[in-house]
Nanobody, 120 residues
Framework: QVHLVESGGGLVQAGGSLRLSCAASGSIFKFNAMAWYRQAPGKERDLVTAITSGGSTTYATSVKGRFTISRDNAKNTVYLQMNSLKAEDTAVYYC??????????????WGQGTQVTVSS
């Protein structure tokens, strides 16, 4: 089994910064794309940003220029640096990864989510 565990969420004032981490454990061989999603109350879960195994990135328009995704393949960890936070960034943030296990099985994995609350 493969598990993703997010950390780094919390309460921050508007304009502040937070850094989220998502660490994988278990029988993973490698991850392909890794991503961060978020879900605000009463809304659907939306893609925030993604990064390929080669380091190519994509961002939602609403976070472009403020958020930065990065990954450490040796540690099977993905990060999300969030700067200039706004109240509308308040949501539960989820880590997602497409990977291949040691057995050869391919899977789509999700973390349990971490709450980010931005006070205005």
């Amino acid at each position: 089994q493969v598990h993703l565990v997010e950390s780094g969420g919390g309460l921050v004032q508007a304009g502040g910064s937070l850094r989220l981490s998502c660490a994988a454990s278990g029988s993973i061989f490698k991850f392909n794309a890794m991503a961060w999603y978020r879900q605000a109350p009463g809304k659907e879960r939306d893609l925030v940003t993604a990064i390929t195994s080669g380091g190519s990135t994509t961002y939602a328009t609403s976070v472009k220029g403020r958020f930065t995704i990065s990954r450490d393949n040796a540690k099977n960890t993905v990060y999300l640096q969030m700067n200039s936070l706004k109240a509308e960034d308040t949501a539960v943030y989820y880590c997602n990864a497409d990977g291949i296990e040691i057995t050869g099985r391919r899977g789509d994995y999700w973390g349990q989510g971490t709450q980010v609350t931005v006070s205005s």
